[in-house]
């Protein structure tokens, strides 16, 4: 039991306090956009600033109207097969 646990734990801290700026990023606008956190609350668990955060949801959603994968997502070659060359959503 004490090695899942620790698993676990690990899993957990993967998730919760993200050190690459890519899954840092995706969390943050997951936690504002999905979870429908506050923007000031989220940029201080995440270590932004409320504005940096603000432009971020605005890059975010811009993207998502252009029908655009935000660049957290990296493609495999099952995606190119699904949707050609560019990455669309």
Excluded at 6 to 17: A, E, H, I, Y
Excluded at 33 to 47: K, L, M, N, Q, S
Excluded at 58 to 65: A, D, G, T, Y
Aim: glycine share 8%; hydrophobic share 45%.
């Amino acid at each position: 039991m004490g090695a899942s646990t620790m698993d676990g734990q690990l899993g957990r801290r993967f998730f919760l306090d993200p050190q690459l700026t890519f899954q840092r990023r995706y969390e943050a606008l997951r936690a504002v956009i999905a979870d429908d956190r506050p923007v000031t609350e989220v940029a201080a668990r995440f270590g932004y600033k409320p504005a940096a955060l603000s432009v971020m949801i605005s890059r975010f959603n811009s993207q998502l109207r252009r029908g655009c994968v935000p660049p957290f997502f990296l493609l495999t070659a099952a995606d190119a097969h699904r949707g050609g060359g560019a990455a669309k959503i």
